[in-house]
């Protein structure tokens, strides 16, 4: 017989020991059964029912609510290992990357990489969950993984920080250790009390229209001028300008299409009649197969390479400001509002998910500025 009647299980951590926690909806005949079973406690910070992590009492669960209530163990059951990654000795490999390591360095556990993999996250993601994590599991490489808990991650974060370590540094290492213990191991909240860096209101860099004018004239080599111009009228960020391809620019609708973007999006962009122009110009001479810009044997464009040409073009132009190549992203929807565009278009352009992302451009663009008289003139 079906019961309609439900207990959601998951692995729980307390006092650095395993236990496995219980939810339920109230109910008389599943709370009396739930007495029964051995050492069973209540966790107030969990607001759920726990008892030790053992396979005789994984069993004896089942066995006492057959036929009772149905056991929801999808946050407590990882799954069955994959082919990826692949580990060879002392090499470590994903998607694209193989490194050599020492014989005594911890690298991230299977399911760590698989469910990053499952849930198909972006290789930058990936990568960068992957490293911060590993850099933490080797700071306390004498201790087991299962022994971690709250007082070694505040040890930690309270190194990082020592060390001068960026906001945004921080909030990756701590995501990567959340994502190991509430997405890996089922544990939802399990450190809801760690602290993260106060959240600054910084202002983006914005280049003007003529320091974009004097970065494009001062990049002689035509394929990166193409790269970007294209950065700075589409408003991409530089991982899409690297993963754009040719069937991508759609030259009858004058629209530029962003494949899998941040957060798994699509989304179309402006395209330029003067990029265009310059990209037929450069097709003709460097005609790439696949990627727009290709870098050697037809891979995909470097980033560090993109960055060394703003990097040229700015020093050449005598520009002093720090400038990156999402500062012409920046520049590109900074001019958009400047010039009258709504900000839903803007936001919509940008890909950004929330229209609060996108007013931050409000407080650069200089439309109120212009209008206000200076009491000094």
Not at 233 to 259: F, P, Y
């Amino acid at each position: 017989m079906f019961s309609t009647k439900k207990i959601s299980i998951s692995h729980l951590l307390l006092d650095r020991k395993r236990y496995i926690g219980l939810k339920f909806y109230p109910d008389k005949v599943i709370q009396a059964l739930v007495k029964g079973l051995p050492g069973i406690k209540w966790s107030k910070e969990y607001n759920m029912a726990y008892l030790p992590n053992n396979s005789e009492n994984l069993n004896q669960l089942y066995a006492t609510f057959k036929e009772v209530a149905f056991i929801d163990g999808k946050h407590f059951f990882t799954n069955k290992p994959l082919h990826y990654p692949v580990r060879e000795s002392n090499q470590y490999k994903t998607k694209s990357v193989v490194r050599t390591i020492s014989p005594d360095y911890k690298t991230c556990p299977k399911e760590f990489l698989q469910k990053l993999e499952l849930k198909k996250y972006s290789e930058n993601t990936a990568r960068t969950y992957t490293t911060m994590f590993e850099a933490f599991i080797n700071h306390y490489k004498h201790l087991p993984l299962k022994s971690l808990g709250e007082n070694e991650i505040r040890e930690y974060l309270s190194i990082q920080v020592k060390r001068g370590r960026s906001d945004s540094m921080l909030n990756q290492i701590i995501n990567s250790i959340k994502f190991y213990f509430e997405v890996v191991l089922g544990m939802p909240n399990r450190f809801y009390d760690i602290e993260r860096p106060q959240k600054k209101e910084r202002l983006p860099v914005v280049l003007s229209k003529n320091e974009i004018q004097s970065i494009l004239t001062n990049t002689t080599n035509h394929k990166h001028k193409c790269i970007l111009s294209t950065i700075y009228s589409a408003g991409l960020r530089i991982s899409e300008l690297t993963n754009l391809k040719i069937k991508d620019i759609d030259s009858e609708r004058m629209m530029i299409r962003v494949e899998n973007s941040k957060g798994g999006k699509d989304r179309y962009t402006l395209l330029s009649q003067t990029l265009l122009n310059d990209l037929r110009t450069y097709y003709k001479v460097y005609r790439p197969k696949n990627y727009i810009f290709e870098g050697q044997n037809g891979a995909m464009y470097s980033p560090s390479s993109i960055r060394k040409i703003l990097s040229r073009a700015c020093k050449k132009g005598g520009i002093r400001k720090k400038v990156t190549p999402h500062t012409l992203r920046h520049s590109f929807a900074t001019h958009l509002l400047e010039q009258g565009t709504d900000l839903r278009s803007i936001q919509s352009l940008l890909g950004h998910n929330s229209l609060s992302t996108t007013e931050i451009y409000t407080h650069v663009a200089n439309t109120t500025m212009m209008s206000i008289k200076n009491p000094l003139d």
